[in-house]
């Protein structure tokens, strides 16, 4: 017989499994929506932070997708959508999801973004939730990289592992900007620094996607400002299942601050020389960043 707590382990192993399949078949779902609408004429809808954040309509009809079947298939779950859409949970477990990570991407048809979905237990905070399980969809190239807490991460059926650690100067790493012109420039400062100590630095406009690259093997490294927490929930588990770390700035909890992600020496490497930069500021402390945005 299985002790009670072996089997408080197996009900959650197979709980984690179901999430991280109903993921699948809606980042499927929402991927088919977003082929399909980008084969017309995209126009933006409305912006956010600033005139260059925008947001086109098929962002929102995927996130009213996402939203409905979660209805239908998990009805008590909560739900925080990067276009607006919310919903309290009544049972501990939230679904953070990034209709379009990359829009400006998708927007002038670079055939790189991603749906985004995780399913969070607890407070449904960056630093604060347990991301149980993840999925980063890329629909035009039909990349499915997914993972669910305790069971690996995958890229399709193949299990990744991520890479070994090169020297520093050898090592790819991935960032991206802030919508805000202020942060923009303080970024620009801390990378002007670190690009010369890498291989060399991507820049590719999708977090989702970083995150699983780094998980894959693809990109060595990934540190990134002033995210939003559908950017990187998936992306998350994604990472640490492959052996990976995911960490915040200085003290601070991975998220909106910043976040790193990769192999754990190489991460410790980056954190000092951040530091040495003093590229781990608040972000409060640093004059016209946009809180708001």
């Known amino acids: 017989w299985l002790s009670l707590r072996g ?21 499927r779902e929402a991927g088919e929506l977003i082929v399909a609408g980008r084969a017309g004429d995209v126009e ?14 098929v962002d929102k009809a995927s996130e009213e997708l996402l939203f409905s079947r979660l209805e239908e298939l998990r009805p008590g779950d909560g ?51 347990q991301v149980e399980a993840g999925v980063v969809y890329n629909p035009v190239s039909k ?31 991935a960032t991206g900007f802030s919508y805000s012109q202020a942060m923009r420039k303080e970024q620009a400062r801390v990378m002007l620094e670190l690009l010369p100590q890498f291989r060399d630095i991507r820049r590719q406009g999708t977090a989702s996607l970083d995150l699983a690259y780094v998980a894959s093997g693809r990109i060595d ?10 950017d990187h929930a998936a992306g998350e588990v994604i990472v640490t299942e492959a052996g990976g770390v995911i960490e915040g700035l200085a003290d601070m909890p991975p998220g909106r601050e910043g976040i790193l ?19 781990d500021r608040p972000l409060a402390e640093i004059p016209g960043w946009g809180l708001d945005s």
């Open 261 to 279: 992600a990769g192999h754990p020496d190489l991460v410790a490497l980056l954190q000092q020389k951040i530091r040495l930069l003093e590229g």
């Open 44 to 57: 933006v809808a409305n912006t956010k932070s600033s005139s260059v954040d925008i947001v086109t309509a």
């Open 221 to 230: 490294l990934y540190f990134e400002r002033t995210l939003m927490p559908w």
């Open 79 to 129: 739900f925080l959508g990067e276009e607006g859409r919310t919903k309290e949970s009544t049972t501990g477990i939230t679904w953070v999801v990034d209709p379009i990570d990359g829009t400006v991407n998708f927007f002038y048809n670079i055939p790189h973004y991603a749906v985004s979905i995780a399913a969070v237990s607890g407070d449904p905070t960056p630093g604060s939730w």
């Open 7 to 27: 089997f408080e382990s197996l009900t959650r192993h197979k709980m984690v499994a179901e999430m991280k399949n109903i993921a699948i078949q809606l980042a």
């Open 143 to 173: 990349e499915m990289f997914s993972a669910a807490r305790g069971g690996g991460s995958f890229l399709g059926d193949t299990k990744l592992q991520i890479s070994s650690p090169p020297t520093l100067n050898q090592a790819l790493l």
